[in-house]
C-alpha cells in the first residue's frame, strides 16, 4: 500500500529529524484558558471514544473500525483513526479527510504560519499535539530540509473527495495517554494515544 511505504519512509527521516534535534516542543503551550478558547471558534469536535476512568486506558480506546476523533471546519470534515505511540520515540497519528465544500480544497490553512512550513505547500504540516496537562505543545516532526513527516495534498481534494493522511510528532512521555489534536482553525479532537505492535 502506498500510504504504508510512506509511512515507512518517514519513519527513517524521523531518525534523522530527532537526531539532528529538529524536534520541536514549546513548553507552557496548551492551558486550560487557551483549549477552551479555541473550543468557541466555528465548528464542531467529537470524541469517538468512551473516556471512562483516567486509569483505564482500555475504556478509552474505541473498538476495531470506530474513529478516536472528529471534528469539521474549514470546509472539510476531519476523521481521526489511529494514534500510534511507536518505538523511535514518536508518535504517529492518521486518519481520513473529507472535503465538504463545493470547490476545491488545497489544505494551504493547515501548512502552519512558520516560513520553514511554506516549503511544504498544501500539507497537514501546521498540526500539533497539545498535552493541556503536562503543558506542552509538539510540533510535527521536520527532516532536515524542512519537509515535514505528514501528508501533502497534491492537487488539493475534490468537492465530496476522501484522502487519507497522517502526521508523526515527539511523543510526550509515556504516562502521557491523552492529548488534543489541532490544525488551522479546526477545534481541539481529544485523542487517546495507543501503543504500537
Excluded at 471512562?52 to 470506530?66: R, Y
Excluded at 494514534?83 to 481520513?96: H, I, K, M, P, Y
Amino acid at each position: 500500500m502506498k500510504l504504508r511505504r510512506t509511512m515507512t519512509t518517514r519513519r527513517a527521516m524521523t531518525a534523522v529529524a530527532i537526531t539532528t534535534g529538529l524536534v520541536l516542543t514549546a513548553a507552557g503551550c496548551g492551558g486550560g484558558d487557551d483549549e477552551g478558547s479555541k473550543s468557541d471558534k466555528p465548528g464542531s469536535s467529537a470524541p469517538a471514544a468512551d473516556k471512562g476512568d483516567e486509569g483505564d486506558k482500555q475504556s478509552e480506546v474505541p473498538s476495531e473500525g470506530q474513529p478516536l476523533a472528529e471534528a469539521k471546519g474549514d470546509g472539510v470534515t476531519l476523521v481521526i483513526n489511529s494514534a500510534e505511540r511507536d518505538d523511535g520515540g514518536f508518535v504517529t497519528v492518521s486518519g481520513r479527510v473529507t472535503n465538504a465544500s463545493d470547490g476545491l480544497w488545497t489544505g494551504g490553512e493547515w501548512r502552519g504560519d512558520e516560513q520553514e512550513l511554506r516549503k511544504n505547500g498544501g500539507s497537514i504540516a501546521g498540526a500539533s499535539l497539545v498535552d493541556s496537562k503536562g503543558k506542552k505543545k509538539y510540533l510535527v516532526l521536520r527532516d532536515t530540509s524542512g519537509r515535514c513527516l505528514c501528508t501533502k495534498f497534491e492537487g488539493g481534494i475534490e468537492s465530496g473527495q476522501t484522502v487519507d493522511w497522517f502526521a508523526q510528532f515527539p511523543a510526550p512521555p509515556e504516562e502521557t495517554s491523552k492529548v488534543s489534536f489541532q490544525v488551522g482553525t479546526m477545534p481541539p479532537a481529544p485523542i487517546a494515544i495507543s501503543e504500537g505492535e
